[in-house]
């Protein structure tokens, strides 16, 4: 288990997850990493612990600098428990009267998790002494935790970003010029979309603060608790931010569905072809075998977001359910919504959508249009009006 040097006296010490693929119901179809920090100053600092279960695979790295005990101090960045579940383990094993750094509502939140584990919290003042360096702090609240905070070495320029400019990839490379673009640029849409979106205007507002108080320029490296360390380019992340919290959509439809016997598929297929043709980049997703989480991703950058259901128990189908129950928690702004089904002796689950859309904030240009049973030739006029109504509206964004 080999650390990874990122400055003279600052080392990745963390660990990589091969296998996860759901991460609190998010898809991670490439793993993800739990990235911990080793700063060897007069005051040895570890910034961020792991997941609970690998507390070995970051103490193994440690070991390869310094022994474990000669940590001095921690800081908690982040109290959710992919970066604090190690905490009590790392603890024991350096010390359990070395302070541990949070902010004051990471005190309270670690705390609250480990009533038990004996940890020494403190809540951070500003700033921390490590010697010849300090470390400065920049609270980050509701980025995406009430506690979330930044740490920066001036000196250095280095920013721990704890989940901010993450994204969950599991690789042996550890630096954003190891790894191409084409390859980690959907994974932090991904990431951002699935995790970030409800903080967008936090996020910008926290991002015209760093640039007001010219902060920026000196940000050299930048190492998040997820993926890789920004160290040839930190500036394409802060690009990717300023413009991903600006929610502009593009002119594309994202058509999501499930079906019981194909007729709201038939209707989510017309759907299509009348958008398509109506020069709208168009997304085609059955739930049947697409992940919410990758629809949230495609949804991101659309105008319009149009949802079918077939009707079961006078009810929209428990997929679709699922899924606008989760779009709803991402509170995303600036989208069209439509509803669209199939149903057979009664019709509410179109209904059940439209209203749900409605509770959202997304902008309906056209009542949900329902087919009883299959859909006929008689019907598709009917769809082809939605189709035509949407795309409009999605010229005019």
């Not at 929610?247 to 017309?270: G, L």
Request: a negative charge; hydrophobic letters at 40%; proline letters at 5%.
């Amino acid at each position: 288990m080999e650390p990874i040097k990122i400055t003279e006296n600052i080392y990745w010490v963390g660990a990589v997850d091969y296998d996860i693929r759901d991460f609190h119901g998010y898809l991670t179809p490439r793993g993800s990493t739990y990235n911990a920090y080793l700063i060897v100053d007069k005051k040895i600092t570890l910034i961020d612990t792991v997941k609970h279960g690998f507390e070995d695979e970051l103490l193994s790295r440690v070991a390869k600098i310094v022994d474990p005990t000669k940590i001095d101090q921690v800081v908690s960045n982040h109290a959710e428990m992919d970066h604090s579940g190690g905490l009590p383990g790392v603890m024991k094993a350096i010390g359990l009267e070395k302070p541990v750094y949070a902010s004051t509502l990471g005190v309270k939140n670690l705390g609250g998790q480990f009533k038990d584990a004996g940890l020494n919290l403190k809540a951070v003042e500003g700033k921390l002494d490590l010697g010849s360096e300090e470390l400065v702090f920049l609270e980050t609240r509701m980025i995406h935790w009430p506690d979330s905070m930044f740490s920066f070495v001036p000196a250095q320029g280095v920013l721990f970003s704890q989940d901010g400019f993450g994204l969950h990839l599991a690789t042996p490379e550890r630096f954003d010029d190891q790894i191409s673009e084409e390859i980690w640029g959907p994974l932090a849409l991904n990431y951002f979309a699935n995790i970030l979106t409800p903080y967008t205007g936090q996020i910008a507002k926290l991002i015209e603060k760093v640039a007001a108080d010219g902060l920026i320029p000196q940000i050299k490296i930048i190492c998040p608790d997820h993926g890789f360390i920004w160290r040839q380019n930190p500036g394409r992340a802060l690009e990717l931010y300023s413009a991903w919290v600006q929610q502009k959509p593009k002119r594309k439809a994202v058509i999501v569905f499930d079906t019981m016997w194909h007729s709201t598929e038939y209707m989510a297929r017309e759907l299509a072809d009348y958008l398509y043709t109506q020069g709208i980049e168009t997304r085609y997703y059955s739930l049947k075998n697409q992940h919410r989480s990758a629809v949230a991703t495609e949804c991101y950058d659309a105008a319009a977001i149009m949802v079918g259901t077939p009707t079961i128990n006078n009810q929209m189908f428990p997929s679709v359910a699922d899924l606008l129950c989760y779009l709803k928690s991402l509170k995303m702004k600036n989208k069209i919504g439509a509803s669209f089904g199939s149903y057979g002796w009664s019709g509410e689950g179109a209904k059940l959508v439209q209203a749900e859309l409605k509770t959202m904030g997304y902008e309906l240009p056209s009542d949900e249009v329902r087919v009883q049973w299959v859909p006929q030739e008689k019907d598709l006029a009917s769809l082809k009006a939605l189709g035509l109504t949407v795309a409009e509206a999605v010229k005019k964004q």
